[in-house]
């Protein structure tokens, strides 16, 4: 008998017929004799609708008040799955966060989680009980409200079955499973068997809409073998998905050199023209950013020139007004020339951990984009991703090209 931890996604849940069909499906594992615990996000589109009402009233809403009312579609939904499964005969229980108790620090909106009470869980799975938790929210040290920031829910599953030791942590979403990339734009894609924590971590950061990179982290670090399911398959028909673990238990005699192609269209680019070219420069501009929690991705600084370099770094799309805003204000201040800025970028990388052994991806890449007449704005890399920064436009194009050419459409031998 095992423990499963079974997280269910906006669209699984997102109309009553969905909710029943994830009851039913939540009953067969419990009748197989495992323990399940359940962990769901809101119903499609509802948390929008929050935020949406929330900045009606007030238009930057109080992070701690809206925390308040984004957390009431986790509650919602929680209840009304725990309804689907009393009304076929089993036993469940919800409970919020602040019932479990997830506990977090205080940075409302995007909290992180720093501990997990599963003591009231573990007494009602021992009953017979499914057991029912809204996913993305917490409680800090005061009580109050917080969520995880959107997708949390992932990252609240994997914590729990954490906790709890769980043997597997299952995710399920609209798809079944990862993807060498988004099949809406290569038909071609395949579903991938396996993949590392590492890829899928890079895979994840990098703008793959499967898992939250949070999630990721908390599975890497605590162990938890996870696994990305449909929930939209018919019962007793499901497919095995993905599974996602360590590299030394993927059984294949050589990993494939590239497993995916991930994208990221929610970047802007912001540079900074002209400053002093003396240490601490970097400092002075990205002390302001990370003091106003903005995510910073991509960073490049030019080789100084008479005495002054040009900067430039990625935030994500919906801070750009933030950062330039913050920008604008240290300008003089740090001897700035100009601030420049692009709210039109995307992001493309190639991701797998067979480049360790591997020479040459960088160049094919570089070579398959300027054979489309793609420029490259900004290249990262690190042992096994390559990601470029280009012009939104030519997004779709490059992840084409690329899949292509790493020939991810061709079933491994």
């Given at each position: 008998?095992?423990?499963?931890?079974?997280k269910?996604?906006?669209?699984?849940?997102?109309?009553?017929?969905?909710?029943?069909?994830?009851?039913?499906?939540?009953?067969?594992?419990?009748?197989?004799?495992h323990r399940?615990v359940?962990?769901?996000?809101?119903?499609?589109?509802?948390?929008?609708r929050?935020?949406?009402?929330?900045k009606?009233v007030?238009?930057?809403p109080d992070?701690?008040e809206?925390?308040?009312?984004?957390?009431?579609g986790?509650?919602?939904?929680?209840?009304?799955?725990?309804?689907?499964?009393?009304?076929?005969?089993?036993?469940?229980r919800?409970?919020?966060?602040g019932?479990?108790?997830?506990?977090?620090?205080?940075?409302?909106?995007?909290?992180?989680?720093?501990?997990?009470?599963e003591?009231?869980?573990?007494r009602?799975?021992?009953?017979?009980?499914v057991?029912?938790?809204?996913?993305?929210?917490?409680?800090?040290e005061?009580?109050?409200?917080?969520?995880?920031?959107?997708?949390?829910?992932?990252?609240?599953?994997?914590?729990i079955?954490?906790?709890?030791?769980?043997d597997?942590?299952?995710?399920?979403?609209d798809v079944?499973?990862?993807?060498?990339?988004?099949?809406?734009?290569?038909?071609?894609a395949?579903r991938?068997?396996?993949?590392?924590?590492?890829?899928m971590?890079?895979?994840?950061?990098?703008?793959?809409?499967?898992?939250?990179?949070?999630?990721v982290?908390?599975?890497?670090?605590?162990?938890?073998?996870?696994?990305?399911?449909?929930?939209?398959?018919?019962?007793?028909q499901?497919?095995?998905?993905?599974?996602?673990?360590?590299?030394?238990?993927i059984?294949?005699?050589?990993?494939?050199?590239?497993?995916?192609?991930?994208?990221?269209?929610?970047?802007?680019?912001?540079?900074?023209l002209?400053?002093p070219?003396?240490?601490?420069?970097?400092?002075?501009?990205?002390?302001?950013?990370?003091?106003?929690?903005?995510?910073?991705?991509?960073?490049?600084?030019?080789?100084?020139?008479?005495?002054?370099?040009?900067?430039?770094?990625?935030v994500?799309?919906?801070?750009y007004a933030?950062?330039?805003?913050?920008?604008?204000q240290?300008?003089?201040?740090?001897?700035?020339?100009?601030i420049?800025?692009?709210?039109?970028?995307?992001?493309v990388?190639?991701?797998?951990?067979?480049?360790?052994?591997?020479?040459g991806?960088?160049?094919?890449m570089?070579?398959?984009?300027?054979?489309e007449?793609?420029?490259?704005?900004?290249?990262?890399?690190?042992e096994?991703?390559?990601?470029?920064?280009?012009?939104?436009?030519y997004?779709?194009?490059?992840?084409?090209?690329?899949?292509?050419?790493?020939?991810?459409?061709q079933?491994p031998?």
């Amino acid at each position: 008998m095992a423990l499963i931890i079974q997280k269910y996604g906006g669209t699984s849940v997102g109309t009553p017929e969905r909710i029943k069909n994830v009851a039913r499906r939540v009953a067969s594992w419990q009748a197989r004799g495992h323990r399940v615990v359940v962990v769901v996000s809101a119903m499609s589109g509802e948390t929008n609708r929050l935020i949406a009402l929330a900045k009606e009233v007030q238009a930057q809403p109080d992070p701690r008040e809206l925390d308040v009312i984004a957390a009431t579609g986790e509650q919602v939904t929680i209840g009304l799955l725990s309804m689907a499964l009393m009304d076929i005969g089993v036993k469940a229980r919800s409970y919020t966060g602040g019932q479990v108790k997830v506990l977090t620090d205080s940075a409302f909106t995007k909290a992180r989680i720093v501990s997990i009470d599963e003591g009231n869980i573990r007494r009602d799975l021992e009953t017979g009980h499914v057991v029912v938790v809204a996913g993305f929210q917490g409680v800090d040290e005061a009580g109050r409200i917080t969520t995880l920031g959107r997708g949390g829910s992932d990252t609240s599953a994997v914590a729990i079955a954490a906790a709890l030791k769980a043997d597997e942590c299952q995710i399920y979403t609209d798809v079944d499973g990862v993807y060498t990339t988004d099949p809406r734009i290569v038909p071609e894609a395949r579903r991938l068997e396996t993949v590392t924590f590492e890829e899928m971590l890079e895979m994840a950061s990098l703008g793959s809409k499967v898992l939250q990179i949070r999630s990721v982290e908390f599975a890497g670090k605590y162990k938890v073998k996870l696994r990305v399911l449909s929930s939209l398959e018919e019962l007793g028909q499901e497919g095995p998905g993905t599974l996602i673990t360590f590299e030394e238990d993927i059984k294949m005699m050589e990993q494939p050199i590239i497993s995916g192609i991930a994208f990221n269209r929610d970047e802007a680019k912001l540079t900074v023209l002209g400053v002093p070219d003396r240490p601490g420069i970097a400092y002075q501009i990205l002390g302001p950013v990370a003091e106003a929690n903005i995510d910073v991705d991509m960073i490049i600084q030019n080789v100084g020139h008479d005495g002054s370099t040009d900067f430039s770094f990625t935030v994500p799309r919906g801070e750009y007004a933030k950062a330039t805003a913050l920008l604008d204000q240290v300008k003089g201040h740090i001897g700035a020339r100009q601030i420049a800025g692009d709210n039109r970028i995307a992001k493309v990388s190639v991701v797998g951990v067979g480049m360790r052994s591997h020479v040459g991806i960088a160049s094919k890449m570089f070579r398959t984009l300027a054979e489309e007449g793609i420029n490259i704005q900004m290249i990262s890399t690190s042992e096994i991703k390559i990601s470029v920064v280009i012009d939104e436009k030519y997004l779709e194009l490059a992840v084409r090209v690329l899949h292509k050419a790493f020939e991810l459409d061709q079933v491994p031998a």
